[in-house]
């Protein structure tokens, strides 16, 4: 039975995401990572420069001084991945799975010869024995890593870690008294500052490009956990991933990513992991293999103005939780979904992106302390940061006969229902989670400008739980207001959205 409270909307077109990627040949704010103290002998002897880059008048009218002193310290990498037997996938080839032809291979499906693959990628030497920072697309799934010095040398690498979480790795090779790279500040750039792209794209050679920072903070949505990019015009194609983005002065300030793309090709906007996050990640990978990061257990989001209005909030600034994990520290500390974490030991936070990598860049087992605004009222939460466990991506989100007696309600134009076993198996929803599904959203309803989607599960209508489709309905046409505030999982996600039906009445009048 399908329940209607008063089409899937239809998704904007964005540009394709293209991972500037190894090419293949056969065929924030620096946050993140495990925090030290000053006391502490970092892992690796990376040279720093803090001060803000020189932002004079432009005097030279070449940049060949700066690249004769960094291009030493950014090399090229080379990557084989050995032929491998493979099990032949039946959906891929139809037939195989076929029992007639199982019959010729006891039973089971064949397997293939997968052949050897080559890849190019760049790495920046970060520590003058031997450590190289490079991208973890660009050696992820390698067998062997070579390294092609600036002097002719190749040398044999190995992978000494890798964070898939922001797409740094880092490699060794046997050698001493390298010209390491110097790091600037990243934190320092700002917009419109001049930069060099260094790296080897399309394995013709080392090859330097020129633009300026376009952005700072960007987060591209390319799936990683942390994105913090720097944004550039500087030309980055496959073959430059793991390369140098250096200042004018020679000084790295991000490791080259990353291109949005329609066509595939470079149309403007690179991307690169900024030098801050890029040392600590190294550091964590040096010392342990990989990065320990803290955990506090929250999902959040940043406020819109439509959100900060139905919280009554005079400001934008925040982090709103949306979601709070059982027994985790941040339901330890009490922290409730729709608080507002506004700063983080001190420090402001302004967003949810800021909020993850603060408490990424804390050591599990430190104390946090929480500034936080509930119902208008700041008050301070203390909490201890557990260490991040493995990431569990999750996918997104026999029907009733009860349908809503009217179309009054503040959700017109969306159909819900009973989460059924059969429902939560076909959406993969976790077993904890409650509330009623949506089935379908009317493509010009206000629910659909707000980003209700068919497979999202309501929780909450105006702080109100909602653990069926009766409930839901019940509460939406009880509102007294024509804006909706409502809890959504969705995709995997926890979040607030506002549904505004008012904006429908302005529309028809």
């Not at 190995?158 to 010209?179: E, F, H, N, Y």
């Not at 955990?295 to 900060?308: H, I, K, N, R, S």
Request: proline share 5%; with cysteine; charged share 20%.
């Amino acid at each position: 039975m399908n329940t209607t409270l008063s089409a899937l909307s239809p998704f904007n077109r964005r540009p394709a995401l293209w991972v500037a990627c190894t090419l293949a040949l056969a065929g924030a704010f620096a946050v993140g990572a495990q925090s030290t103290s000053a006391s502490a002998k970092p892992a690796v002897a990376i040279k720093r420069d803090a001060d803000p880059v020189h932002r004079g008048t432009i005097e030279s009218a070449s940049f060949s001084g700066v690249v004769k002193r960094v291009a030493p310290s950014v090399v090229k990498i080379t990557t084989t991945t050995k032929a491998k037997k493979v099990a032949v996938n039946g959906q891929q080839f139809p037939g195989f799975d076929n029992p007639m032809f199982r019959q010729f291979f006891g039973g089971r499906l064949p397997e293939m010869q997968q052949p050897p693959q080559n890849g190019l990628g760049s790495g920046v030497i970060i520590s003058a024995d031997g450590f190289i920072a490079t991208n973890n697309h660009v050696v992820q799934g390698a067998d062997e890593v070579l390294v092609a010095l600036d002097d002719g040398r190749e040398l044999k690498a190995k992978v000494v870690g890798r964070d898939p979480q922001t797409d740094i790795a880092v490699i060794k090779v046997d050698a001493t008294d390298l010209p390491a790279i110097t790091f600037a500040d990243s934190s320092k750039i700002e917009v419109g500052d001049r930069v060099l792209a260094i790296g080897n794209p399309f394995g013709i050679g080392e090859t330097v490009t020129t633009g300026i920072v376009s952005a700072k903070g960007r987060r591209a949505g390319l799936g990683l956990d942390y994105e913090d990019f720097v944004q550039t015009d500087a030309a980055i194609n496959p073959g430059n991933s793991g390369g140098a983005l250096v200042d004018i002065e020679g000084r790295l300030i991000g490791i080259n990513t990353a291109i949005l793309s329609r066509s595939g090709g470079f149309q403007g906007v690179g991307l690169a992991v900024p030098a801050n996050l890029v040392s600590q990640v190294a550091d964590g990978l040096v010392k342990n293999g990989k990065v320990v990061r803290g955990y506090l257990g929250v999902g959040a989001q940043d406020l819109t103005p439509t959100l900060a209005e139905s919280l009554g909030l005079d400001s934008r600034r925040g982090a709103l939780v949306a979601d709070v994990q059982p027994d985790s520290p941040a339901a330890k500390a009490g922290l409730k979904n729709g608080d507002v974490i506004t700063a983080l030991n001190g420090e402001k936070i302004d967003d949810a992106n800021r909020l993850t990598f603060g408490v990424g860049a804390i050591a599990p087992g430190t104390k946090l302390t929480l500034d936080i605004i509930r119902d208008g009222e700041t008050r301070k939460l203390t909490a201890t940061a557990a260490e991040r466990p493995g990431t569990n991506k999750r996918g997104p989100g026999g029907q009733s006969d009860e349908v809503a007696k009217n179309d009054e309600g503040v959700l017109n134009g969306v159909s819900v229902d009973d989460i059924s076993p059969q429902m939560r198996q076909q959406l993969n929803l976790p077993a904890r989670l409650k509330g009623a599904v949506i089935t379908n959203v009317e493509a010009d309803s206000a629910a659909a400008k707000a980003g209700l989607r068919p497979g999202d599960v309501i929780l909450e209508i105006n702080k109100q739980p909602v653990t069926s489709a009766h409930d839901a309905v019940k509460l939406s046409t009880a509102a007294d207001s024509k804006k909706t505030l409502v809890r959504l999982y969705s995709r995997g996600n926890t979040l607030f959205v506002v549904v505004d039906e008012s904006q429908n009445d302005k529309a028809a009048s």
